[in-house]
């Protein structure tokens, strides 16, 4: 998304900033900045484009503060300029924000009724006002930033620099991560170990909802009640940071807890969050309103985003999908219209047989869509058109944020597809965009369902079979469930669309079968509900993955019911994502399988 750096040092930052922020250049970024304390006065320097700007700027009107932040960002809300650069600042402090401030409207129509004056088009710049203005009332800046933080929502972390406080920064993680170094009378604040690499090896990692406040001698971490907690110090070797696990035991728990921050980095790539709509990254060689079919390929977690993205193309867009698994298109030789659209989906932009059926549709006179996430794949070279997923590096087999990336970009096209082909008006985009923004912050709230994932997970690690149901979407999630559990598990599992249950998965019911049902409360809820009726007076034990709705709804018995926060229907796969992965991983550590490299699995499938 977005790269935050933080130093109380002993002699001028500027420099150490600048080194930090290009070591987080691999996220992204199209602006940048730095501001730092000057005989206790704020001063920030910021430029357009690449750090070698910013550079400049520094050159010909250098900062010498020993304390200072910096970023590098990535646009979600307002033009990639100078103006919207990072850090943003009021008279009284300087703040830099990776993720997506949710309530930034109300929030500023409030601010500026109470009279402040906004200067950019961003988000963020709502985060500055609110603490000023909670200063302006009295408070101190820890306890405007105390008061300020509950009223956020949203996935982000935030950095604070204070004007006149030569002595301390705070930080504060919602979703986002967030990391302290500790130094020789310097402590940093990081987005990742990687940034603070060159100056300590020994890292703090901040938990869901802690902030901290940083001083030369060291760090005070306050818990989600504000509660002053101890978080564990790590020690790691420099060669580590390139591959680092941060405060998780495997790639893939790292990577199921980024998912807030990565659904967001890629949304600020699609959306103009404030205009409301779709903005695609780069003009389209074909026209959606002209399309009479879209065919959609992938192999495996992919094969299952397209699945769920045919059911958003199909009712927002109403445009017709065919949708096959890449290793049966390159063969069974599909007739393909001329000038029609191929969408290829794939982590690794190497898959053979996707790369296979793309060479196949293209040799068709097809225009071709890639959605990947290494923008410098085949895959993506041979494409008319790529639509990068932005999930960062993918250590774990078994996909978990490339599949929530391809997830969000391929709603983004449903969406993009429905207002040109005129089925979606301007108000629905709006509220499709705003069901978009929501995501990253109630991923955060589904990642606290962990200690209750982890309960059940020993459950399920004594079944030789389990099986998921789903309707709708949910079908293509309960097939990503069953998947994702015999990855790394090597249990047994099939998924199934609920409704399919009494032609045959019935028969396998039994007091020994987990049944796992993802119901989000929508309009068909009621239709699965019957499903698990039908489960129940078999001795089938059921797991309800639902909201608090459904929950209270459904009047059965079940072995556990994960209560996920209310969401909009059409997003509910990317935010269900979350439960079932963690589930898989949780039953599989149980268990004491390789999480991170499971047997006969690569990353990326480049043979049949």
Same mark, same amino acid.
């Given at each position: 998304? %977005?790269?935050?750096?933080?130093?109380?040092?002993?002699?001028?930052?500027?420099?150490?900033?600048?080194?930090?922020?290009?070591?987080?250049?691999?996220?992204?970024?199209?602006?940048?900045?730095?501001?730092?304390?000057?005989?206790?006065?704020?001063?920030?320097?910021?430029?357009?484009?690449?750090?070698?700007?910013?550079?400049?700027?520094?050159?010909?009107?250098?900062?010498?503060?020993?304390?200072?932040?910096?970023?590098?960002?990535?646009? =979600?809300?307002?033009?990639?300029?100078?103006?919207?650069?990072?850090?943003?600042?009021?008279?009284?402090?300087?703040?830099?924000?990776?993720?997506?401030?949710?309530?930034?409207?109300?929030?500023?129509?409030?601010?500026?009724?109470?009279?402040?004056?906004?200067?950019?088009?961003?988000?963020?710049?709502?985060?500055?006002?609110?603490?000023?203005?909670?200063?302006?009332?009295?408070?101190?800046?820890?306890?405007?930033?105390?008061?300020?933080?509950?009223?956020?929502?949203?996935?982000?972390?935030?950095?604070?620099?204070?004007?006149?406080?030569? $002595?301390?920064?705070?930080?504060?993680?919602?979703?986002?991560?967030?990391?302290?170094?500790?130094?020789?009378?310097?402590?940093?604040?990081?987005?990742?170990?990687? &940034?603070?690499?060159?100056? =300590?090896?020994?890292?703090?990692?901040?938990?869901?909802?802690?902030?901290?406040?940083?001083?030369?001698?060291?760090?005070?971490?306050? $818990?989600?009640?504000?509660?002053?907690?101890?978080?564990?110090?790590?020690?790691?070797?420099?060669?580590?940071?390139?591959?680092?696990?941060?405060?998780?035991?495997?790639?893939? &728990?790292?990577?199921?807890?980024?998912?807030?921050?990565?659904?967001?980095?890629?949304?600020?790539?699609?959306?103009?969050?404030?205009?409301?709509?779709?903005?695609?990254?780069?003009?389209?060689?074909?026209?959606?309103?002209?399309?009479?079919?879209?065919?959609?390929?992938? %192999?495996?977690? &992919?094969?299952?985003?397209?699945?769920?993205?045919?059911?958003?193309?199909?009712?927002?867009?109403?445009?017709?999908?065919?949708?096959?698994?890449?290793?049966?298109?390159?063969?069974?030789?599909?007739?393909?219209?001329?000038?029609?659209?191929?969408?290829?989906? @794939?982590?690794?932009?190497?898959?053979? $047989?996707?790369?296979? @059926?793309?060479?196949?549709?293209?040799?068709?006179?097809?225009?071709?869509?890639?959605?990947?996430?290494?923008?410098?794949? =085949?895959?993506?070279?041979? @494409?008319?058109?790529?639509?990068?997923?932005?999930?960062?590096?993918?250590?774990?087999?078994?996909?978990?944020?490339?599949? @929530? %990336?391809?997830?969000?970009?391929?709603? %983004?096209?449903?969406?993009?597809?429905?207002?040109?082909?005129?089925?979606?008006?301007? &108000?629905?985009?709006?509220?499709?965009?705003?069901?978009?923004?929501?995501?990253?912050?109630?991923?955060?709230?589904?990642?606290?369902?962990?200690?209750?994932?982890?309960?059940?997970?020993?459950?399920?690690?004594?079944?030789?079979?389990?099986?998921?149901?789903?309707?709708?979407?949910?079908?293509?999630?309960?097939?990503?469930?069953?998947?994702?559990?015999?990855?790394?598990?090597?249990?047994?599992?099939?998924?199934?669309?609920?409704?399919?249950?009494?032609?045959?998965?019935?028969?396998?019911?039994?007091?020994?079968?987990?049944?796992?049902?993802?119901?989000?409360?929508?309009?068909?809820?009621?239709?699965?509900?019957?499903?698990?009726?039908?489960?129940?007076?078999?001795?089938?034990?059921?797991?309800?993955?639902?909201?608090?709705?459904?929950?209270?709804?459904?009047?059965? $018995?079940?072995?556990?019911?994960?209560?996920?926060?209310?969401?909009?229907?059409?997003?509910?796969?990317?935010?269900?994502?979350?439960?079932?992965?963690?589930?898989?991983?949780?039953?599989?550590?149980?268990?004491?399988?390789?999480?991170?490299?499971?047997?006969?699995?690569?990353?990326?499938?480049?043979?049949?």
């Amino acid at each position: 998304m %977005c790269g935050i750096v933080g130093i109380v040092g002993r002699e001028a930052v500027a420099g150490q900033v600048i080194e930090a922020l290009r070591r987080l250049e691999y996220r992204g970024y199209d602006s940048a900045g730095i501001a730092t304390l000057e005989h206790g006065r704020l001063e920030r320097r910021r430029a357009e484009g690449k750090l070698s700007n910013l550079q400049l700027k520094l050159v010909q009107s250098p900062l010498t503060g020993a304390i200072g932040i910096g970023h590098t960002r990535w646009a =979600t809300h307002g033009r990639p300029n100078e103006t919207n650069a990072h850090p943003h600042a009021t008279a009284r402090l300087a703040v830099v924000h990776n993720g997506i401030i949710e309530n930034f409207r109300e929030l500023k129509k409030e601010l500026e009724t109470a009279g402040a004056r906004f200067e950019t088009e961003t988000d963020t710049e709502v985060v500055a006002q609110l603490v000023s203005h909670l200063m302006d009332q009295g408070l101190g800046p820890v306890a405007a930033v105390e008061a300020a933080l509950p009223r956020l929502r949203g996935a982000f972390a935030l950095g604070f620099l204070f004007s006149g406080e030569e $002595d301390f920064l705070i930080g504060a993680r919602h979703g986002a991560p967030l990391a302290i170094g500790f130094g020789d009378g310097e402590t940093y604040l990081g987005s990742d170990a990687l &940034a603070l690499a060159p100056f =300590t090896d020994e890292i703090t990692y901040l938990d869901e909802g802690d902030w901290a406040i940083l001083t030369r001698d060291g760090a005070e971490i306050r $818990d989600i009640a504000n509660q002053i907690v101890a978080r564990p110090r790590q020690k790691i070797v420099s060669q580590a940071f390139l591959v680092d696990k941060g405060n998780h035991r495997h790639f893939m &728990a790292k990577e199921i807890h980024e998912q807030p921050e990565v659904v967001g980095r890629t949304l600020a790539h699609y959306v103009d969050l404030a205009g409301g709509r779709i903005a695609l990254p780069e003009a389209l060689p074909f026209d959606f309103a002209k399309l009479s079919r879209l065919s959609i390929t992938a %192999c495996g977690t &992919a094969y299952y985003a397209g699945l769920v993205a045919k059911y958003w193309f199909e009712s927002i867009a109403r445009l017709p999908v065919e949708i096959d698994v890449a290793s049966e298109t390159r063969y069974r030789e599909p007739p393909l219209d001329r000038d029609g659209l191929t969408l290829v989906i @794939s982590q690794s932009g190497e898959t053979a $047989d996707t790369l296979a @059926s793309l060479r196949y549709a293209k040799s068709q006179g097809q225009h071709s869509l890639a959605v990947v996430n290494v923008p410098t794949s =085949t895959i993506a070279r041979e @494409s008319s058109v790529v639509m990068p997923t932005l999930a960062g590096p993918e250590i774990g087999v078994a996909s978990t944020k490339a599949f @929530s %990336c391809q997830l969000t970009v391929l709603l %983004c096209l449903a969406i993009a597809a429905g207002r040109a082909r005129g089925t979606i008006d301007a &108000a629905r985009e709006r509220a499709l965009v705003d069901a978009l923004i929501t995501v990253p912050g109630l991923m955060a709230e589904s990642v606290a369902l962990e200690p209750e994932i982890e309960v059940l997970a020993r459950e399920i690690a004594k079944a030789r079979d389990v099986l998921y149901l789903g309707r709708g979407t949910s079908y293509p999630m309960a097939l990503e469930g069953a998947l994702k559990l015999k990855e790394i598990s090597y249990i047994h599992a099939e998924g199934y669309a609920a409704g399919e249950l009494k032609h045959g998965p019935i028969a396998l019911i039994d007091e020994n079968v987990p049944v796992i049902v993802i119901a989000p409360h929508d309009a068909i809820f009621e239709k699965t509900v019957s499903n698990m009726q039908e489960v129940a007076a078999r001795g089938g034990r059921i797991v309800l993955i639902g909201d608090a709705k459904g929950a209270a709804d459904h009047g059965l $018995d079940t072995l556990a019911t994960l209560t996920m926060p209310a969401v909009d229907p059409v997003v509910a796969p990317i935010v269900y994502a979350v439960p079932i992965q963690l589930l898989a991983y949780h039953t599989a550590v149980f268990m004491g399988k390789d999480v991170d490299q499971p047997r006969n699995l690569a990353k990326s499938v480049t043979v049949e």
